[in-house]
């Protein structure tokens, strides 16, 4: 009996640990724990969590641009599930010619995954685009936000091959990305 007692309170003590495990500690176990950042705030009280997600040209195969994934909450630790996320889009194009925009004023956030497609609208331009001369012609960036609810994270985290249209860039997600959606939906989920 008393042996029974002891086991259960050792359990009892390790789930209770293992809940009130801060996000840092969580973040640790996870494999890419170094493509996450956090990072509070103590004089707003605001928990920010972060991973960014390569996507390939469907065409060219080349190098795209970049997804990020940002979580907030409030106080230094999840405490209720985060319901809203802002996805930000960092686009690229390339030419040897003429300036040619990637993107029109508000650009649309397609995606295709699962025999399903996630419509986010249009984004929210964040400066104009960045020109940066290259060997062979010249690179045009620019960043869109977007913002993404929970369950349709949800969906994109379960899905096996994603691919996405922003304005007029098509591409589809790496494959090492697609686990960081998963975490960031685990990570941002009020602990048990």
Do not use: W
């Not at 419509?119 to 929210?124: N, R």
């Amino acid at each position: 009996m008393k042996k029974l007692l002891i086991l259960t309170t050792t359990l009892l003590a390790l789930t209770l640990s293992a809940s009130a495990q801060s996000i840092q500690e969580r973040i640790k176990q996870v494999p890419d724990a170094k493509k996450f950042k956090v990072e509070y705030d103590k004089f707003k009280d605001l928990t920010t969590i972060s991973t960014h997600i390569n996507f390939r040209l469907l065409k060219t195969k080349r190098y795209g641009g970049e997804l990020s994934i940002l979580g907030r909450f409030a106080g230094s630790d999840v405490t209720e599930d985060v319901k809203v996320f802002l996805l930000g889009c960092d686009c690229l194009k390339e030419t040897s010619y003429e300036p040619l925009p990637a993107l029109s004023a508000a650009p649309r956030l397609i995606f295709l995954f699962d025999g399903r497609k996630l419509d986010l609208g249009e984004g929210t331009v964040n400066g104009g685009y960045a020109d940066l001369p290259l060997s062979y012609g010249r690179l045009y960036y620019r960043n869109v936000t977007f913002t993404i609810k929970r369950d349709d994270l949800r969906e994109l985290s379960n899905s096996k091959d994603i691919e996405l249209q922003i304005g007029r860039f098509e591409g589809l997600v790496e494959k090492d990305g697609q686990p960081r959606i998963k975490t960031m939906y685990d990570l941002t989920a009020k602990p048990k």
